[in-house]
């Protein structure tokens, strides 16, 4: 397994060197460089598993006619050895690069059909001056192509097994494809084409050849597979005897995998297909077959579980482990929704492509853990889509019948499906009684977006089994799957191998009658008998498919205040795609448990975090829930230490950072601790040890008192009244964003004050805006009133998601808080300290909520009215507030 990258056409080392570093994580083991010196330029990263000492890349013939770069595993390369040995060739490595290459320069382009296995190959023939870039018949390992003209005339052509390659050449500006993006929002679909999320940027197709010749670029099939599994005629039937062979065949499709000089493991999820490929090297390294070596006396095994989940699969795991007939050591990896925030910015650049929703982070995990104790993983990829895995083959195979007119069968099956089919009517019933309320996506997609592409359309294959199983192999289901494992196995230098894929073993499952996929509500029949005896009898009959995802809905409802952070963010609003005000409406009855659709908003929050890595230029976003540390005794960015006031002189206002507050904190202590420990930082300060010999107080931001005591609110736990509603549209929204200008701020309001108080502060203030008197309402409302903030968009998070109450009985609590920190004060510090204040400070103005100091309230106000507190991402919610002597 490895990276390869390159560009025909115009090109230099310097580029190159950048593409390879990009893919660096894809072959740690060693990289090289080939350049024609004008027209073809490649570049590689090994990960060595095979002839490990000879096998460097770029390969070249000796006679330098033909130079290649080589990514996957060819199976059969042994074989094809023999074959080529035979008919003349030498070979100077025991690796499949060189059997691939010389494979090319004895049958030509009919060489890549002859491949049983994993690859993308480019070679160039310096004869001819052709180049061919090939990717195998099932699309397993990745090329992306961006065909760049230049001003001059030029054209080039760039290719990479990963987006990020084709990149860092520099010759293509990431852009979004809106055609992508609408399919995968509208449809649940991205795979389905040669376009990607990137404009200008495609994939090669599964089993598709290109052919680069002096400047012209052709693109065709080198196999017809996939219309062989389609043709028509006579099919076998499904007996023992076919059941024996493919039981056969696929034991040798994993056996097969096992090559290689370095650990092989396995995933298991606990489903049938990846049960099965352990089970089988379990049998296999008991009749010591060729190859089980690298597995090692013990099969390491990797799984996810999620205990007290109901996605967990660690009884099913466990069982497979107790019935193997090897030792196997499971390693079990248990995902969690905090590791899953802390991953997610490296899961999406990992991944490049937004994903169909969050399961492919299990497997993230999964390869994490893993690359610790194997360097290739062998997994059940590819087994639902061969043999009709997912509940809605039984519909389109239903249907098939019907069309048929077999009805007797059509009948048996219904019968035989009725447990299946009910999961389904579950459902639908769930949402006709309004338990589950669906999520229109329409709704969710900007009208004019929308509008633009309403030609699109998605519509699979509805009553051909076989015509539906080949569409999501090569198109709809599988290759998403693929590329998935792809980059989570290479994210972290490992090969995953996918032993189902093997394209002799579905020529032969296609030539079995439809019974060997569906027969009497069973599907993967043909699978169920080969490993019965094998796998526990739990496995073997089991319906309900988990395989490597996350429990979603428990996660969503765990972190939903970081994805509600991010819908709520301005980035997202401005995007062409959304209609966020919907979008934040559906979430919010997500988190109320009126719908459960998590799939939508995974959709749209991983567009939104793919565009921010991607495509937005760097340093657009500010993480919200973290800032920088600033310099102990240094302003806020844009304020000053000190102040001169007509009341007070010149004062100094040191604002103090500190972490997050929570409800429930002992706020008493912890500012108190601040406190303390800044007139101990500042006695030992050479240039403010003397600061504290003036005059002191402590200001504090009602913010946190009103945190610590439970009085602020995420937006979603407020439920806004009709009256709340209707009074929020007549405030006048300040440029500091807060106020009650919001639905749930004007109901804290009425729930704080009463509605009558309110309607009658509502109409003074009309009255009040008539005359030229202001601030009518809040002398009426009052201040509790005054002090109630809702969400702003740059504080750090709850605050940018929350609206918050005046702190309870705020003069108490800076009473309470003065007498605190006077008891952990330094002697020195308590002689001239003067007590606390809880204040509400913005760009507009202070207003004291409480106080136990000497300063009057007008002095305290006049000494922040600039705000040195700041109300953005500082954390700097305390101030000490010094007062020099006249003088000093």
Avoid at 449 to 476: C, M, W, Y
Wanted: proline share 5%; glycine share 8%; aromatic share 10%.
């Amino acid at each position: 397994m490895c990276g390869i990258a390159g560009v025909f056409g115009a090109h230099d080392e310097a580029m190159l060197k950048r593409m390879g570093d990009s893919i660096a994580h894809r072959g740690p083991d060693g990289e090289g460089i080939y350049s024609d010196g004008a027209n073809v330029g490649y570049a590689h990263r090994r990960l060595a598993i095979i002839d490990r000492a000879h096998g460097d890349q770029p390969f070249v013939t000796e006679d330098g006619r033909y130079a290649a770069v080589y990514n996957g595993e060819v199976y059969n390369y042994r074989e094809l050895m023999a074959e080529l040995e035979a008919l003349g060739h030498t070979f100077r490595t025991a690796c499949d690069t060189e059997v691939v290459v010389r494979a090319f320069a004895e049958w030509g382009e009919s060489a890549f059909d002859r491949f049983n296995g994993m690859f993308a190959v480019a070679i160039h023939d310096t004869e001819t001056g052709k180049s061919y870039l090939a990717r195998d018949h099932f699309g397993i390992k990745p090329i992306y192509l961006a065909s760049v003209d230049g001003l001059d005339g030029s054209h080039r052509l760039v290719f990479g097994s990963e987006i990020k390659a084709v990149l860092a050449s520099g010759l293509v500006e990431a852009a979004p494809d809106e055609v992508t993006l609408y399919r995968y929002l509208r449809f649940r679909i991205h795979e389905d084409s040669d376009r990607t999320f990137f404009a200008g940027i495609e994939k090669v197709r599964p089993g598709e050849l290109v052919v680069v010749d002096h400047g012209t670029v052709e693109r065709r099939m080198f196999t017809t597979l996939r219309e062989d599994l389609l043709a028509d005629g006579p099919r076998s039937p499904f007996t023992k005897d076919t059941t024996k062979e493919f039981k056969e065949r696929l034991t040798e499709a994993i056996r097969m995998r096992l090559v290689g000089e370095v650990p092989v493991g396995t995933a298991l999820s606990g489903g049938l297909d990846s049960s099965t490929v352990v089970a089988v090297i379990s049998k296999l390294m008991k009749q010591h077959a060729q190859d089980v070596e690298s597995v090692g006396s013990t099969q390491n095994s990797f799984s996810a579980v999620f205990p007290g989940s109901v996605n967990d699969e660690e009884r099913y795991v466990d069982a497979v482990i107790a019935k193997a007939e090897g030792p196997v050591d499971c390693h079990k990896i248990k995902p969690n929704p905090d590791e899953f925030l802390e991953d997610l910015a490296d899961f999406v650049r990992t991944q490049e492509e937004p994903t169909i929703s969050t399961g492919p982070y299990a497997q993230y995990k999964v390869m994490q853990e893993a690359t610790k104790h194997v360097t290739v993983l062998l997994d059940g990829q590819g087994a639902d889509e061969m043999m009709a895995g997912y509940l809605p083959y039984y519909f389109v195979y239903l249907r098939q019948l019907r069309k048929e007119k077999q009805y007797a069968k059509l009948m048996r099956e219904v019968v035989s499906s009725t447990d299946v089919l009910s999961r389904y009517g579950k459902q639908v019933v769930r949402g006709k009684l309004g338990l589950d309320k669906p999520v229109d996506i329409r709704q969710m997609l900007d009208k004019g977006f929308a509008k633009q592409h309403k030609g699109e359309t998605f519509s699979p294959v509805p009553d051909d089994l076989r015509a539906r199983l080949v569409e999501d192999i090569f198109a709809n289901s599988l290759p998403s799957l693929l590329r998935y494992e792809d980059r989570n196995t290479m994210r972290f230098s490992l090969e995953g191998r996918v032993p189902f894929l093997d394209f002799t073993l579905l020529r032969f499952l296609f030539t079995l009658e439809p019974e060997a996929i569906i027969k009497q509500g069973w599907n993967k029949k043909v699978l169920r008998d080969s490993v019965r005896g094998l796998l526990p009898d739990t496995i073997v009959d089991r319906r309900n498919k988990i395989g490597f995802t996350t429990p979603e809905r428990e996660w969503f409802l765990r972190i939903k205040n970081h994805v509600h952070t991010v819908f709520r963010s301005d980035s997202f609003g401005s995007r062409p795609y959304f209609d966020q005000a919907s979008v934040l409406r559906a979430f919010e009855e997500f988190i109320a448990g009126k719908n459960s659709d998590t799939m939508l908003f995974w959709r749209m929050l991983n567009v939104e975090l793919w565009l921010r890595t991607f495509v937005d230029p760097p340093g657009t976003h500010i993480d919200s829930t973290t800032s920088a540390a600033k310099e102990y005794f240094a302003a806020n960015p844009g304020k000053d230490i000190a102040i001169t006031t007509a009341s007070s002189g010149r004062v100094l206002r040191y604002p103090i950072q500190t972490d997050a507050f929570a409800k429930g904190d002992d706020f008493h202590t912890k500012i108190s601790e601040y406190g303390a420990e800044f007139a101990t930082r500042a006695a030992e300060s050479d240039d403010h040890a003397e600061a504290l010999n003036s005059p002191w107080f402590l200001a504090v931001s009602e913010k946190v008192v009103a945190i610590s005591q439970g009085r602020s609110y995420f937006l979603w736990e407020i439920k806004p009244s009709f009256a709340a509603r209707k009074l929020q549209k007549f405030v006048v929204r300040t440029p500091a964003g807060i106020g009650l200008g919001s639905p749930e701020t004007m109901q804290l309001a009425i729930q704080e004050a009463g509605l009558a108080r309110i309607v009658a502060a509502s109409a003074a203030g009309a009255v009040g805006k008539v005359v030229g008197r202001k601030g009518l309402f809040y002398q009426l409302a009052g201040p509790a009133v005054r002090a109630i903030d809702g969400p702003t968009q740059y504080s750090l998070y709850p605050s940018n998601v929350s609206a918050k109450l005046a702190p309870a009985d705020p003069g108490k609590a800076a009473a309470e808080l003065a007498d605190r920190l006077r008891r952990v004060l330094p002697k020195q510090a308590a002689d001239t300290f003067q007590g606390v204040a809880i204040i509400d400070a913005n760009d507009l103005g202070c207003n004291i909520l409480g106080q136990a100091t000497t300063v009057s309230e007008e002095r305290i106000a006049e000494m922040f009215k600039d705000n040195p507190l700041g109300q953005g991402a500082q954390r700097t919610p305390l101030a000490v507030v010094v007062m020099p002597k006249q003088g000093s």
